[in-house]
């Protein structure tokens, strides 16, 4: 059974950084592309960033761009998202998602979310 686990959310000012994490098992995650979507309420899905299978490919929204990194440990199964100079706008629910295609819209797994607050 895929399993795929989000931690490192919570409540934040502005200016500060948090550090999402994410945990996959029951599927070969060197495989897998991942990759890392939010939603606020009120607002559609949007594609945060993603990672290529080694890593070497990144793509980011260009309003979080400068800001967040995302890393990959393969050999641990774990993808990160270093969240720096957070904004009240990137306030929401922050899932993270397998998929076999890079960057796809339509993730094969998600996780159950973990949700991120930045105060003003």
């Known amino acids: 059974q895929v399993q795929v686990v989000e931690s490192g959310g919570g409540l934040v000012q502005a200016g500060g950084s948090l550090r999402l994490s994410c945990t996959a098992s029951g599927l070969p995650f060197p495989v897998y592309r991942m990759g890392w979507f939010r939603q606020a309420p009120g607002k559609e899905r949007e594609k945060v960033s993603c990672i290529s299978r080694n890593g070497l490919s990144t793509y980011y929204a260009d309003s979080v761009k400068g800001r967040f990194t995302i890393s990959r440990d393969s050999a641990k199964n774990t993808l990160d998202l270093q969240m720096n100079s957070l904004k009240p706008e990137d306030t929401a629910m922050y899932y993270c998602?397998?998929?076999?295609?890079?960057?796809?819209?339509?993730?094969?797994?998600w996780g159950q979310g973990t949700q991120v607050t930045v105060s003003s």
């Open positions: 998602a397998a998929s076999r295609d890079f960057c796809s819209d339509s993730p094969n797994y």
